[in-house]
Structures are given as structure tokens and as C-alpha cells.
């Protein structure tokens, strides 16, 4: 195990013309860490997974990954340092699992290496990373949503990066299948010292498994700490603008969410035209 | 695999020989006597002089249209993305007539026909890339306006051929797709074009296969997606240029053959390539083999002995087929 890999996010500013979507994130994720990043849709949790992995860049501030500067990184370079598993991807027909994971190998063999045949270790240690190597010769686009999802975390591990990043890993999975995939990655992140970073709907699972959750709101981080500083009603009522309660897990005592109903939106101030 | 791989081979080897048995003037025991070093002059000339280069121009032609609609398809995720609709064919086209029209190059200087259509065809190429972003960015908007570009060009050629019929019968022929008279001449432009472009297809096998899985995985995974399907689309441009320049536009072979190939040989483009290449060489030469066959059927009706079914017209009618039970056979898939 090779030392575990920090993210700093200084002074990230983004947006698109009309619509800002970052607006002054500061954010250090130590070494080795497992955080949960949460807040409403459009808060642009998925934009800052983005940046961390190099995929936009920042108007302003800057990225450091390990202490090196994305922005001189290119980009196959960078996905040897960070691998990040999108919320949805398309069908792909006729690719096989084994073959759907080999492509996590692009960044580390490069087009030519490509050509090659033959995995090497690190697609089969993947592959059964995730348990998925009894079907590594069936098509992706055949297995089940759960199965998928599985797999795509495993051309993810392929990469065979020291950060992970997660952008809503347990959507459309039922709740088996979420215990599954996070489960997954708790127990990677500890047998190899992965730093993680994932977006989380789920406040339960968020303080279940995460040791810190960072909430963003209107591009900006209002809410950072453990489970236990972070999950209150006051943060259900001003980040995720819903009512409910916060209890205790009966035997674990982390907290758990009783979320009840909507908050109304926010008043449209007075001199808007709609 | 390598056994689907071996009996493709298998099947392109028949299709020559049906192509070389197939046509006019020649009885198939003579042209066995020619290959065993026999035969008199006539026979001779007939067979080393016309069919084997016009069996394999059609191979060639063949082999350089798959391989330009599978890289199509693969770098623009679309399923109906070919060379008929990026306004390469078009264009190639369009140039090889005006070239004609203005009296620049005849049916009988192949060199002047095939500059006049590679050059048409980078024109439609650049259109396209003019006004679906540099670099071909979106590929949904890519497909559109390919197919906007493809109209236009079509319409243009049209012009040309009402202002300018010129040889009438060879053009139409042409704009169909035929591998009637093609000569050593033909070949010799073709092959090095097309072992060059498709060898460069070839290793851009892993990006390809990357963008099949999506802009986003691609890039995650570390592909500059943008540099990617750039050289990707300069490969299927000079491989459909080539091709439409030595045997015309022929019709469904760059949509259909890629279909086929990943059906039969599945989404490992290091095989599937070379497999689209054989898929299509079956394709265009089973067709021209049918095409010559048909052509010496008796029909009291018609000129028999002018009448030549042009082998575009034969791949058509079979790739709407064949493409109709590919998409029946799979309803689900996508591209």
C-alpha cells in the first residue's frame, strides 16, 4: 500500500455564462479520507467532482492533487492520479465485461498499449475487486442495473488511481445493491488507502459510512464536519430544505435521518417579473 | 474469434472466386485453364486484364467503405452515421461530375476522376466540419448536419448533371456504384490509399473503442476526446474518398457492413476493424459476383447484351435487407 493521495480545491470559481456555479469553494480532503458530498440538485456537487478530476477547469483557483497543479497535467495523465465513476453511462453494444473494464487501462497503456493483447493484473484484480469475475465474458448492456453499476466501478478501480471519486454511485440501484457498491468501496478505500469522495443523496448512508460530509449550497460550502456535527434538522432545513428529525442509530449511535416533508421554495422577491 | 475471423476470410475468398467465374464472354473451365498458365491471348487478356482488377477494386472498395462507416460510427455514437450521410460520398460525388462536366477528366482517365473525388470529398468532409464545430464536438449535431450537407451536395450534383449530362450513362452508372471496367490502373491508386488510411484506423482502435462508451467515460478514463475523434474522422473521410473515386457511390456498404461486423465479431474494434474490412470486401464482391450473374441471365425484354446491372444497385436493395434483420434480430441496440 502506497501512501494514500490528498485533494486541495483553493479559491474554485465556475460557471457558465448567465449561470455561476462555483462560487469560492475552498476544500482539503486529507489523505485517505471518505467524504460525502451533499446538497440539492443544480448545487454543483457533480461540477466540483469534475474539477477534482480534471475533466473542466477552473475559471479561477486552482486544483492540487498530491500536491501537483492539474492544470499542468495532462489529460491522460491526470487519470492515472484520479479516477471518477460518472452518475450514468450509456449502452455500450456487444462489449463484454472483461473488455468494458480493460478500458480503464487507457490511461497507463496509452492508444498503442491499447492494441496489445491480454489483461494485466491490475483488470483481474479489479474484476474481482467488485466480484464480478464469474461474468467477466458476458455483455455489459445484459446484466442488471445493480450488476452494471458493479462493473463500472470496476473499470474505475482500473485505473488503478490513489483518489476516487463517486458521483451518485447508488442512484437507480435498489437498496441492496446501494449496501452493495458502498460496501465495496469502504473496504477498498481501507485495503488500499484510497481517498474517496462521493456524492450522496442519502443523508443515512452519508453518516453511515462517510467520516466527514460537506454540503454545498448555491456553489458554496455551508456545511463541513463529522456525521454527528453535520447531520442536524437545521442542516435537513437549510441545505436540503426539508423538514424532519435526527435520531440515533440504536447500536452504533451515528446519526440517523427522519426526513417529513418539503420546505417551500424560496419567496421570489418582490420586483420579479414571471 | 479467430475462428469467425478465419471463415469470414474463408467466405471472402469464395466471393472472388464466384466475381472471377461470374462474368461474360468466358466459360468458367477457361478461366481455370488461365490461373493454370494456359488459355490463348483472349482469354488471357480477359481474365488478367479485366476481372482480377475489377475483383480487386471491389474487395478494396469494399474493405475501405466498412472500415470508414465503422469509425464513423464508433466516433459519432450513431448507429445511422456512414459515409452516404457525412457528405464525404456526396461530395466525392459531386466532385467527380463537375470534373466531368467541365471537361477536366473523362470515365476513361481514371487519375483525373479519382483527384476530382478525393478532392470533392474532402470538400464535403470540411463543410461538415465548418458547420458542426471544429473538431466535431457533439456528434447528435455532427449526424444532423452531415446529413444537411449530404442534401445539399446531392442537390448540387443534379445541377451539374442537368446543365452538363455529359457521358449520361456512365455518370448514372456512377452515382449508382459499379466496378464496370475498372483496370490495373484503378488498383494501383487504390490499395496504397486505402492500406494507409486503414492501418491508421486500425491504431486508433483503442480511442475508438473508448468513445464508444461515451464522451464522459472517455474522458474520465483519460482520452482527449476532442484530438480523439478528430484523427478518427480524417481516417473515415480519406477511406471513403478513396473508395467512392475508385468504384462510385456505393449504396448501404459503410451502414450496413459495420452493423454486421460488431453483430458477428462483437465491440473489440482490434478485431472488429479488420473483420468490417473482410465483411465489406464479401459484401461488395458477393454483390458484383450476383451483379454479372444476373447481367447474363437471358431477358427477351431487354438489350441483353448491353444490359449491366451496376453492382450499387444489387448492394442496396441486399443492405436494406440485411440491415432490416440486424435491427429485427436486436430491437434494443443502439448503434
Same mark, same amino acid.
Given at each position: 500500500m502506497t501512501e494514500p493521495v490528498g485533494i486541495r480545491l483553493e479559491g474554485i470559481h465556475f460557471g457558465y455564462p448567465a449561470r455561476p456555479v462555483l462560487q469560492g469553494v475552498d476544500?482539503?480532503?486529507?489523505?485517505?479520507?471518505?467524504?460525502?458530498?451533499?446538497?440539492?440538485?443544480?448545487? $454543483?456537487?457533480?461540477?466540483?467532482? *469534475? %474539477? &477534482?478530476?480534471? +475533466?473542466l477547469r477552473p475559471h #479561477?483557483?486552482?486544483? /492540487?492533487?498530491?500536491?501537483?497543479d492539474l492544470a499542468r497535467l495532462s489529460r491522460r495523465a491526470t487519470a492515472r492520479r484520479v479516477a471518477l465513476l460518472h452518475q450514468t453511462a450509456p449502452a455500450v453494444p456487444g462489449m463484454t465485461v472483461r473488455h468494458l473494464v480493460r478500458q480503464?487501462?487507457?490511461?497507463?497503456?496509452?492508444?498503442?498499449?491499447?492494441?496489445?493483447?491480454?489483461?494485466?493484473?491490475?483488470?483481474?484484480?479489479?474484476?474481482?475487486?467488485?466480484?464480478?469475475?464469474?461474468?467477466?465474458?458476458?455483455?455489459?448492456?445484459?446484466?442488471?442495473? $445493480?450488476?452494471?453499476?458493479?462493473? *463500472? %466501478? &470496476?473499470?474505475? +478501480?482500473?485505473?488503478?488511481? #490513489?483518489?476516487?471519486? /463517486?458521483?451518485?454511485?447508488?442512484?437507480?440501484?435498489?437498496?441492496?445493491?446501494?449496501?452493495?457498491?458502498?460496501?465495496?468501496?469502504?473496504?477498498?478505500?481501507?485495503?488500499?488507502?484510497?481517498?474517496?469522495?462521493?456524492?450522496?443523496?442519502?443523508?443515512?448512508?452519508?453518516?453511515?459510512?462517510?467520516?466527514?460530509?460537506?454540503?454545498?449550497?448555491?456553489?458554496?460550502?455551508?456545511?463541513?464536519?463529522t456525521p454527528e456535527e453535520v447531520v442536524t434538522p437545521e442542516l435537513l432545513a437549510d441545505v436540503l430544505r426539508v423538514a424532519g428529525r435526527v435520531g440515533r442509530?440504536?447500536?452504533?449511535?451515528?446519526?440517523?435521518c427522519y426526513p417529513d416533508h418539503p420546505l417551500p421554495d424560496h419567496p421570489v422577491p418582490q420586483n420579479t417579473r414571471i | 474469434m479467430s475462428r469467425r475471423l478465419a471463415l469470414l476470410a474463408v467466405l471472402a475468398v469464395l466471393c472472388a472466386g464466384a466475381e472471377l467465374v461470374a462474368g461474360r464472354g468466358m466459360a468458367p473451365g477457361a478461366v481455370w485453364d488461365v490461373l493454370a498458365g494456359g488459355g490463348d491471348a483472349t482469354e488471357r487478356h480477359i481474365l488478367l486484364q479485366l476481372r482480377v482488377p475489377r475483383l480487386l477494386v471491389s474487395l478494396g472498395a469494399g474493405a475501405c467503405l466498412a472500415v470508414a462507416g465503422l469509425v464513423l460510427q464508433s466516433a459519432l455514437r450513431n448507429p445511422l452515421a456512414g459515409p452516404e450521410v457525412t457528405g464525404v460520398t456526396p461530395g466525392a460525388v459531386l466532385g467527380a461530375v463537375t470534373a466531368t462536366g467541365l471537361g477536366l477528366a473523362g470515365w476513361d482517365s481514371p487519375l483525373a476522376v479519382v483527384v476530382a473525388a478525393c478532392a470533392g470529398g474532402?470538400?464535403?468532409?470540411?463543410?461538415?466540419?465548418?458547420?458542426?464545430?471544429?473538431?466535431?464536438?457533439?456528434?447528435?449535431?455532427?449526424?444532423?448536419?452531415?446529413v444537411l450537407v449530404s442534401a445539399?451536395?446531392?442537390?448540387?450534383?443534379?445541377?451539374?448533371?442537368?446543365?452538363?449530362?455529359?457521358?449520361?450513362?456512365?455518370?448514372?452508372?456512377?452515382?449508382?456504384?459499379?466496378?464496370?471496367?475498372?483496370?490495373?490502373?484503378?488498383?494501383?491508386?487504390?490499395?496504397?490509399?486505402?492500406?494507409?488510411?486503414?492501418?491508421?484506423?486500425?491504431?486508433?482502435?483503442?480511442?475508438?473503442?473508448?468513445?464508444?462508451?461515451?464522451?464522459?467515460?472517455?474522458?474520465?478514463?483519460?482520452?482527449?476526446?476532442?484530438?480523439?475523434r478528430t484523427l478518427a474522422l480524417l481516417c473515415a473521410v480519406a477511406l471513403t474518398a478513396g473508395a467512392v473515386a475508385a468504384v462510385g457511390a456505393l449504396g448501404f456498404v459503410g451502414l450496413l457492413a459495420p452493423h454486421l461486423a460488431v453483430a458477428v465479431l462483437g465491440a473489440d474494434l482490434r478485431v472488429t476493424l479488420p473483420g468490417a474490412a473482410l465483411v465489406g470486401a464479401v459484401v461488395v464482391g458477393g454483390a458484383d459476383a450476383a451483379a454479372q450473374l444476373f447481367s447474363r441471365l437471358p431477358v427477351p425484354a431487354l438489350d441483353s447484351g448491353r444490359l449491366v446491372l451496376p453492382v450499387g444497385a444489387l448492394t442496396a436493395c441486399l443492405g436494406a435487407v440485411l440491415l432490416l434483420i440486424v435491427v429485427r434480430r436486436t430491437p434494443d441496440r443502439t448503434f
Open positions: 476544500l482539503t480532503v486529507r489523505p485517505g479520507e471518505l467524504t460525502a458530498l451533499t446538497g440539492l440538485n443544480g448545487c $454543483g456537487k457533480s461540477t466540483l467532482l *469534475r %474539477l &477534482a478530476a480534471g +475533466l #479561477r483557483g486552482r486544483v /492540487l492533487l498530491g500536491g501537483e480503464g487501462r487507457y490511461a497507463a497503456r496509452g492508444p498503442l498499449g491499447m492494441l496489445r493483447e491480454g489483461d494485466d493484473p491490475v483488470v483481474l484484480r479489479a474484476l474481482r475487486d467488485v466480484g464480478v469475475e464469474q461474468w467477466a465474458d458476458r455483455e455489459v448492456d445484459a446484466l442488471s442495473g $445493480g450488476e452494471r453499476q458493479r462493473v *463500472r %466501478l &470496476a473499470m474505475a +478501480l482500473a485505473q488503478d488511481t #490513489r483518489v476516487l471519486l /463517486l458521483d451518485e454511485p447508488t442512484t437507480y440501484l435498489d437498496l441492496h445493491h446501494q449496501l452493495d457498491v458502498l460496501r465495496t468501496v469502504v473496504r477498498l478505500r481501507a485495503e488500499r488507502g484510497l481517498t474517496v469522495v462521493m456524492v450522496l443523496h442519502d443523508l443515512g448512508h452519508a453518516a453511515r459510512f462517510a467520516e466527514r460530509i460537506v454540503a454545498l449550497r448555491e456553489g458554496r460550502v455551508v456545511a463541513d464536519g442509530d440504536p447500536e452504533g449511535g451515528w446519526p440517523v | 474532402c470538400t464535403g468532409a470540411a463543410l461538415l466540419w465548418l458547420l458542426a464545430g471544429r473538431g466535431g464536438g457533439d456528434p447528435a449535431s455532427t449526424a444532423v448536419h452531415g445539399v451536395l446531392g442537390g448540387l450534383t443534379a445541377m451539374v448533371l442537368l446543365v452538363a449530362p455529359g457521358e449520361l450513362g456512365s455518370v448514372v452508372q456512377w452515382l449508382i456504384g459499379t466496378t464496370e471496367g475498372r483496370v490495373w490502373q484503378h488498383w494501383h491508386l487504390l490499395w496504397p490509399w486505402a492500406l494507409a488510411w486503414g492501418t491508421a484506423a486500425w491504431l486508433l482502435a483503442g480511442p475508438l473503442t473508448l468513445l464508444r462508451c461515451g464522451d464522459d467515460t472517455a474522458l474520465a478514463a483519460g482520452l482527449s476526446v476532442r484530438r480523439a
